[in-house]
């Protein structure tokens, strides 16, 4: 079946970079997304990649997919306290139009 | 432009009761999806629209839960006989017919008590 799974927490100091990592199962996934969700707030889409790239870049995120492994990272550079939040992977299988999401990653930024 | 919108933004009820959410899709998106996100779990898919009709159902957890878009538009998530593990967050997003990406709502706070 389809799963995906992330580490719980990640603590980083303020302008060091963030790299946050996610596996999935379902080989057919077509694509793969970062979501970010701020306390008391819906899931705000940052970025995805399809699953025919390797990378992507878009300001201070890089995407980076290993398809081979069903690895997909989240690099955040110059991590800010605005960044503190919880960050989710999710996976789009082939055929399907619904998402499965990971638990999600604490991103803690301190001084 | 305007983002989706869910209301109400918190919903308080009794075991029991029934209960509706509701939620407006951004403009001209077709397809609009209910989630519901227990407290420190990832959104969990419950069902799938694509224009009125209920594309995947899958993930309804059983017939309690009922959902409708009448109009090809606002969406409705109905429960019946509310159950204490009812409580949660529940999510809606829309996206275009293509369906690449998916933007969500703030979400309904669910609490049954």
């Known amino acids: 079946g389809e799963d995906v799974e992330q580490s719980l927490f990640l603590s980083v100091r303020e302008g060091d970079s963030s790299v946050i990592n996610c596996t999935y199962t379902?080989?057919?996934?077509?694509?793969l997304y970062w979501y970010k969700q701020e306390p008391g707030a819906g899931l705000q889409l940052l970025t995805y990649?399809?699953?025919?790239?390797d990378m992507k870049q878009d300001q201070r995120l890089t995407v980076l997919l290993n398809k081979k492994d069903k690895h997909l990272s989240l690099r955040i550079a110059d991590t800010q306290t605005g960044d503190s939040a919880i960050y989710f992977c999710?996976?789009?299988?082939?055929?399907?139009?619904?998402?499965?999401f990971g638990a999600g990653t604490r991103l803690a930024v301190h001084p | 432009g305007a983002g989706v919108s869910q209301t109400p933004s918190n919903k308080v009820t009794e075991k029991g009761k029934y209960v509706e959410l509701r939620c407006d899709p951004i403009?001209?998106?077709?397809?609009l999806y209910w989630y519901r996100q227990s407290l420190g779990q990832g959104p969990e898919f419950l069902i799938y629209?694509?224009?009125?009709?209920?594309?995947?159902d899958s993930g309804l957890p059983n017939d309690r839960f009922f959902a409708v878009r009448p109009e090809g538009s606002v969406s409705t998530l109905k429960i019946q006989r509310t159950e204490r593990g009812d409580s949660a967050v529940y999510l809606c997003?829309?996206?275009?017919?293509?369906?690449?990406?998916?933007?969500f709502g703030p979400g309904t706070r669910l609490t049954v008590l």
């Open positions: 997003a829309s996206s275009t017919a293509s369906a690449d990406t998916q933007y």
């Open positions: 379902d080989s057919s996934s077509t694509y």
């Open positions: 990649i399809f699953s025919n790239m």
């Open positions: 999710a996976e789009k299988a082939g055929g399907y139009n619904k998402l499965i």
């Open positions: 403009s001209g998106h077709t397809a």
């Open positions: 629209f694509q224009g009125t009709g209920a594309a995947d």
